[in-house]
């Protein structure tokens, strides 16, 4: 690669100048931009440039250096799953951005904010959307790679959980119309990426498997590995859910934990729900329930998908004739559900209570 190369001769050099230490700053940065694509925001080479870009940043950088490095280090946390460690950089951006008041890093910003909704700030991730739309148009927003997908995909998500199906939707067309028109194909597939996981959410199984197929053929063809690793953890659970349970269960397994396949972090207790549920539907009713439990311990701090968790591991205590396990799990979900304001998981939670209940079992 040729940025290592430049890396490479300005190290030769010993202790940089300024002028060199912003070169190597700016050579460390496309390294890192050129590595999530392939590799995945938290891979080991990105890490490695970005520790480098902040050394640097702290010796010889100024207000665009240190957005720089606040910028990728949140993004590698973030994507690592270590929110609590993610906090720090991103609120650092978010400051500098609204300091420096530029409609790109605004953007960004308010990027940061909407993601937070994996936390359970359902609330706070809406108004930073509503907020920040004015600013994901520009230019200079859309210059970063994977921007669009990331917002739009994220807004989408945090809609559905509200229970705005229709502006889920509307949402996550937007986001992949948005991709398209940058011209990056790595836009257009994490936009499509996040679509094919919100016809999931929504129960629209063969849309999502068709969608999420195509996606990973367009990775597979760019060389975006990552990308890749995640649509086909999409596209197993919508098989599963269409009558090919075991397939499913087998794509999701090769995904999530295959030789060659980085370990997946955020959204983790998602996907190893999914892959709970795909057991479950193929009959393996004992790896179900063991990995229900995985996604319930793997991230207390994602909280986002925790009232699903919970109504999962309730479904499967009453297959097994637990009855007052399951109306504590309804119950702990229902009453989840409700203090973060997740509307979608709310309603779920509701029904298996109060089947339950139909039945005759306790709540």
Not at 56 to 72: D, I, P, S, Y
Not at 143 to 163: E, F, I, M, N, T
Not at 259 to 273: D, M, N, V
Not at 308 to 324: N, Q, S, V, Y
Request: with cysteine; proline share 2%.
């Amino acid at each position: 690669h040729a940025a290592e190369q430049g890396i490479a001769v300005i190290q030769a050099l010993g202790e940089p100048t300024e002028a060199l230490a912003r070169d190597e700053i700016y050579l460390q940065n496309l390294v890192a931009e050129a590595s999530r694509a392939i590799e995945g925001y938290a891979s080991p080479r990105v890490l490695s440039a970005l520790a480098r870009t902040q050394a640097l940043a702290a010796r010889h950088g100024g207000v665009a250096e240190q957005m720089q490095r606040a910028l990728g280090e949140w993004a590698a946390r973030s994507s690592a799953g270590d929110y609590e460690a993610a906090e720090g950089p991103g609120d650092a951006y978010v400051r500098l951005a609204r300091a420096e008041g530029a409609e790109g890093a605004l953007g960004l910003a308010h990027m940061i904010l909407v993601t937070r909704y994996r936390q359970g700030d359902l609330a706070g991730a809406e108004a930073a959307f509503e907020s920040g739309e004015p600013y994901f148009h520009h230019v200079d927003f859309l210059r970063q790679q994977g921007v669009a997908g990331q917002v739009y995909g994220s807004a989408a998500k945090v809609a559905w959980l509200l229970g705005r199906s229709d502006e889920a939707m509307r949402r996550s067309d937007l986001g992949c119309s948005v991709s398209r028109a940058t011209g990056n194909p790595y836009d257009l597939v994490y936009a499509r990426h996040m679509a094919a996981q919100l016809y999931v959410l929504r129960g629209e199984s063969a849309v999502a498997e068709k969608l999420a197929a195509e996606n990973i053929a367009a990775a597979e063809a760019n060389g975006y590995r990552s990308l890749a690793s995640l649509t086909r953890i999409t596209c197993g659970r919508a098989l599963a859910a269409l009558g090919r349970a075991e397939e499913g269960e087998r794509m999701l397994e090769a995904a999530l934990f295959g030789t060659g396949e980085r370990r997946i972090r955020a959204s983790q207790t998602l996907y190893l729900s999914w892959l709970a549920e795909a057991r479950a539907m193929a009959g393996d009713a004992a790896r179900a329930a063991a990995v229900i439990e995985e996604a319930l311990a793997v991230n207390p701090r994602e909280l986002y998908v925790r009232p699903e968790m919970l109504r999962i591991r309730g479904d499967f205590r009453r297959t097994e004739g637990d009855e007052d396990g399951a109306a504590a799990d309804y119950r702990a979900a229902v009453d989840l559900a409700r203090s973060i304001g997740a509307e979608a998981w709310l309603r779920r939670a509701q029904s298996s209570l109060a089947a339950l209940e139909r039945t005759g079992g306790r709540a």
